[in-house]
């Protein structure tokens, strides 16, 4: 989601580029009906015979927006001139370990820009973005009626524990927001959704395992706010311009991975517990607290978020 205003931008501003994307299969659902997008090959299993299919196609650059040792290999295996973004692991480091912030006050999408600009390619401000085939939009009919003239979204998931609300924090906040809610996640989050659906089951729509990744994509779109935690969905609502109330865990929003709406205006709430020693503990996140006591979601103010959730509505 992040590296879309990149390939949107080198398509609109290099005449006649052809862009191939290389990803995992597990992300490739996201690129699939991206216009910008000549072809999208996967890293499979076969490294060899993916080789020798990149090396057919005589690249005139590699963009590297990933730079880890792998993406070295490919580069190197290609030979063609290249450009990688800077991932500013000594800055991570010091602030994950010493919690010293030395990370400069810039998204990643604009690092992501840095590194095409010798290409003479410049971020045109439109954000990232999404594109939803027609038979991935959700018919109004495959939504309850008490979600039909408008709901939040509540995004339950997360790749990792250490991002997310506890499943008793987040009924806490759905019983307390009054508004129609459509909770959102994969089929993983099924069992949690249930749960907190449990409080109001008119109230509360489980969606979590009933739609693909395209359909809570719609979901997404049509909802009045969204409350998320740090997570694809969140990107997703961003490249919608939806509001967004995003609720931190041991991530913090200085490693530059906020909400991102280009040079548009919109409603982006960040929710964190400041003030706490350990946070954050990873750059990415752990499937338990390090030290158990989780204070990073368990002390956020319910009160608060369900405040500012109603508020928003309301406008």
Known sequence: MLTTPVVRCLKQQLPGVELHYLTKRSFAGILRYNPYITKTILLD???????????????DYVIDLHHNLRTLRIKRGLGAKSFAYNKLNVQKWLLVNFKINNMPPVHIVDRYMDTVRALGVVNDGKGLDYFIPEKDQVPLEDIPAAQSLGYIGVVIGAALNTKKLPVEKLRELCEKIDYPIILLGGPEDREAGSIIAEADPIKIYNSCGKFNLNESADLVR????????????MHIAAAFGKPIISVWGNTVPQFGMTPYYGFSASVSHMMEVKGLSCRPCSKIGYAKCPRGHFKCMNNHDIDELAKRAMALVRR
């Open 222 to 233: 049509t909802a009045r706010l969204v409350i998320t935690h740090d997570t694809g969905l």
């Open 45 to 59: 299993s076969s490294w060899e015979l993916m080789m020798h299919s990149l090396r057919l196609e005589a690249y």
